[in-house]
């Protein structure tokens, strides 16, 4: 699969200003600063389609892509666990979250992104553990690949798997948005759950 287009749809801080449901939607859920927009960038092949930031929290709200003319969506889900946030808007951004992937019956599947440096954190095991009873585990983009060596990269995605407890048969691509690494690979697999 490729992308040949991708357009930001609706910027969203609530239900009302969702899109309609549509084309299938590809979620990218993880911590803040874990590189979601960056990876959504990457796929896109676009430099400035969604906003990278050095600091924690830039996307505070749920952003809908439509991808290759309406195919399918991807969303770019606000980053939790970002300490510098109040507790109130923290707590908001849960709620955001989880009513998004609770209520959207156009959700296909969930994209977790750990960052391949670190053991997931407590927040990541709560969110992987909450996608799986969703039954929309499985697939895992471990980011900034280029920050450690080739050959500890399956050790690092080991490490992932086992902090998520993620089944053997979940996929774990290594992506780097600054090597443009992993594209191909991540593309098949969100291909394959958009032709589940
Ligand atoms: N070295 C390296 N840095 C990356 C990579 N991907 C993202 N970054 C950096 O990580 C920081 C955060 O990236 P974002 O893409 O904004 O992360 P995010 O998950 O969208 O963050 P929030 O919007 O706050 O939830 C930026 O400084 C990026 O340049 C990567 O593959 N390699
Ligand atoms: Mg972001």
Known sequence: MKIVSAELLAVAAKE?????EGPPEIAFVGRSNVGKSSLL????GRKAL????GSPGKTRTINFYEVNGGKFRIVDLPGY???KVAKSESAGWGTMIERYMLGRKT????VMLCDIRHEPSAQDVQMYGWLAHYGMDGLIAATKADKVPRSALVRHAQAIRKALVAGQDAVIVPVSALK??????LL???GKALNE
């Not at 959700?107 to 969930?110: D, I, R, V, Y």
């Not at 443009?180 to 690979?185: D, L």
């Open 41 to 44: 960038n990457l796929l896109a």
């Open 16 to 20: 009302q200003q969702y899109p309609p």
């Open 107 to 110: 959700l296909k599947k969930a």
């Open 180 to 185: 443009k690494t992993g594209v191909g690979e």
């Open 81 to 83: 666990g970002y300490a």
């Open 50 to 53: 969604a906003k990278v930031s």
């Open 188 to 190: 098949a697999e969100i």
